[in-house]
């Protein structure tokens, strides 16, 4: 895959993401690379909406992201995980 299909892909799945009531799971072999492959995704698109996501590490799986939705610009969204 091409560095822009990549990142065509991660801003599909934040927009999944985002729809989502508190956020999703990612399965990855490369959590490191995948987390920066969504900022960059987050960047590129300059939505704001999507400001409210966070995307960290499992904090129980290894080879998984957690995209949340933590305080954005409209206040708190929902939770801390």
């Known amino acids: ?16 993401a985002l729809a989502e009531p508190i956020g999703l799971l990612v399965g990855t072999n490369d959590v490191a690379a995948a987390r920066a492959r969504f900022y960059a995704a987050r960047r590129l ?7 409210v996501l966070q995307v960290r590490a499992s904090p129980v799986a290894g080879g998984e992201l957690v995209m949340i939705k933590g305080a954005g610009p409209s206040g708190p969204d929902v939770m801390g995980v």
């Open 1 to 16: 895959m091409t560095r822009q299909g990549a990142i065509a892909e991660a801003r599909e799945i934040l927009y999944l």
């Open 45 to 51: 698109a300059q939505d704001p909406a999507l400001a």
